[in-house]
């Protein structure tokens, strides 16, 4: 079947703006998780879903960052007012369960002009 | 505070050799370890896991070994393929790692070369 798909692929916006960034998880996986990964780093964890609601969302650095998952499938990942700090590959994972193997999308490459 | 550390940036080895790539953890709850691979453009493919009850585990030229006491896990390839020319990356569950993260907790990954 489809793997996780993430939308869109590259993203360049300027300093100020408001993003979204789509994920569409593996049809059935309950459990779905938003990462960010710089230059020369691995991903770093942001927000886990199970089901439609935010697990744990411990991982957002501060409240210019917000996810939805409103039908427990489709997720939004989204960033106000942009800075430049924000540019990264923005990666979606999902799970059947909690402590399933995570399967991840191609990612979001984001650039803050 | 990395608690999972991936020391070598890069790694070449020639084909058909062996490939041994490194990690080490500092945090002691860790009880479960992954390996992930990564081509460019394309997002972190699951490789290969161990349990902290084990100390091997082996599926087909891929075997990850766990030295618990040195807090240190290898991923070894062999024969190395062209193929296998990607980002590696080790990770483990956060939920030990304090703030009750759900997630993975990545290294920040070896680039493997693999030369003809």
């Known amino acids: 079947g489809a793997g996780v798909s993430q939308t869109p692929s590259n993203k360049v916006t300027e300093k100020g703006k408001y993003v979204e960034l789509r994920c569409d998880p593996i049809?059935?996986?309950?459990?779905l998780y938003w990462y960010r990964q710089s230059l020369g780093q691995g991903p770093e964890f942001l927000i886990y879903f199970q089901g439609t609601g935010a697990a744990d969302d411990s991982g957002l650095p501060n409240d210019r960052f917000f996810a939805v998952r409103p039908e427990g499938s489709v997720s939004t990942l989204k960033i106000q007012r942009t800075e430049r700090g924000d540019s990264a590959v923005y990666l979606c994972?999902?799970?059947?369960?909690?402590?399933?193997?995570?399967?991840f999308g191609p990612g979001t490459r984001l650039t803050v002009l | 505070d990395q608690q999972v550390k991936q020391n070598s940036p890069s790694l070449s080895v020639q084909e058909g050799r062996i490939s041994i790539l490194n990690c080490d953890y500092t945090?002691?709850?860790?009880?479960?370890f992954l390996w992930y691979k990564k081509y460019p453009a394309e997002g972190p493919t699951f490789l290969i896991s161990i349990s902290s009850i084990k100390d091997k585990n082996e599926d087909g030229r891929f075997t990850v070994f766990l030295n618990k006491s040195a807090k240190h896990l290898s991923l070894h390839i062999v024969p190395s393929q062209p193929g296998d020319s990607a980002v590696y990356f080790c990770?483990?569950?956060?939920?030990?790692?304090?703030?009750?993260?759900?997630?993975?907790?990545f290294g920040k990954g070896t680039h493997l070369i693999i030369q003809p």
């Open positions: 049809s059935g996986h309950t459990a």
């Open positions: 945090n002691s709850m860790f009880d479960y």
């Open positions: 994972a999902s799970s059947l369960g909690r402590t399933d193997t995570q399967y």
């Open positions: 990770a483990a569950p956060s939920l030990y790692s304090g703030g009750g993260a759900d997630g993975l907790t």
